[in-house]
């Protein structure tokens, strides 16, 4: 990914986005009886997504961590981590808030 922990955080909150609106609208959908495949389709979608999280957060403070510069990984890792905590932190006080 990026040396950048804001853009990290961002293309995170914006793959959560993606996933909650399409789990949020499909189910306004009726698509029928339930079939082995929803929780196969659910299970494949945690994966995908335990995936997805680790490649944003740990790709590159690994690729810095085996090139010696374990204080710059790190440093990025908790920036990605604080900055993306803080993105979390305001959509829930929008929640209680009830702006949304």
Do not use: E
């Not at 949020?24 to 929803?38: E, I, M, R, S, Y």
């Amino acid at each position: 990914m990026t040396k950048n922990p804001l853009i990290n955080a961002l293309l995170a909150v914006l793959y959560i986005t993606l996933v909650s609106s399409l789990m949020f609208f499909g189910t306004k959908h009726n698509f029928g009886q339930d079939t082995v495949l929803a929780p196969i389709a659910m299970i494949s979608l945690f994966t995908f997504s335990a995936a997805t999280m680790g490649y944003l957060f740990l790709y590159q403070p690994f690729i810095l961590y085996f090139d010696n510069k374990r204080k710059l990984a790190l440093d990025l890792f908790l920036k990605t981590l604080l900055i993306f905590g803080t993105i979390t932190g305001l959509i829930f006080a929008l929640l209680f808030v009830g702006i949304f």
